[in-house]
């Protein structure tokens, strides 16, 4: 099997599942484990590496509104890899190829593999997608046995912190402007013994003004731009 992954999250769980060996092309975003960082990448992205977050909110904007990606795919390189497998997803059309627009380049490429997207909005579909990787892949048990295990530690987490006080916290996957953090992050929080404030389980991500942050009164504050790692994280 060649698989070809358009989502970094999709390429950590190919590796997870024993298969880096069967990956034969990634995103520019794909930077885990480290061995991807020797496969070929099949995108590149239209935002200026030095933009800042501000910067990156109007010109992704712009690009929502206009309905240009804010990406570019290599298809020359991916007929040479000619996948078999391609996973993606149709979560948001900024982090990664939308399952959507890969179908119609692939069928435009001549290549007849099939497209898996994962969309999770919650950790229950996040486990999910783990598994649907799995059946795609002929690795149904191992999948399955990662997620048990991974179920067991968040039970572990939930129960030691069961007993303890319980803080208000607030995620950011954006500063400028702000957006919360959605989908299975709030679930995340709750675990972890916290109680997310202006957030909502499942939905997506939303604007949020500064007032209404500084309203919310949150004991804890989580900044987790998307996109950025720790270092720039801290710095903005």
């Not at 069928?107 to 486990?127: C, E, H, K």
Request: hydrophobic share 50%.
């Amino acid at each position: 099997m060649r698989i070809l992954s358009l989502l970094p999250s999709a390429t950590e769980i190919v590796y997870l599942l024993g298969l880096g060996a069967a990956l034969v092309g990634v995103t520019h975003e794909c930077d885990f484990p480290p061995e991807v960082a020797e496969l070929p990448r099949v995108s590149a992205s239209t935002i200026s590496p030095d933009a800042m977050p501000g910067e990156i909110d109007r010109t992704v904007s712009a690009a929502v509104a206009s309905g240009v990606p804010t990406y570019r795919l290599d298809s020359a390189l991916i007929r040479d890899l000619a996948p078999d497998l391609v996973l993606t997803q149709d979560l948001c059309a900024v982090c990664a190829v939308p399952a959507g627009h890969l179908r119609g380049a692939l069928d435009t490429l001549g290549i007849d593999a099939q497209v898996l997207s994962l969309d999770p909005s919650s950790l229950r579909d996040v486990f999910s997608g783990v598994e649907a990787v799995g059946r795609a892949t002929g690795t149904e048990r191992r999948a399955e046995r990662l997620v048990a295990e991974a179920q067991n530690r968040l039970a572990r987490v939930e129960a030691a912190v069961a007993a303890l006080a319980r803080h208000r916290v607030l995620a950011l996957e954006w500063i400028d402007p702000p957006f919360n953090a959605g989908h299975w992050v709030p679930e995340m929080i709750e675990i972890a013994g916290g109680t997310p404030v202006l957030a909502t389980p499942k939905a997506a991500s939303a604007r949020v003004s500064w007032t209404e942050i500084a309203d919310a009164n949150a004991e804890v504050l989580l900044v987790m731009p998307c996109g950025f790692g720790l270092a720039s994280a801290m710095e903005q």
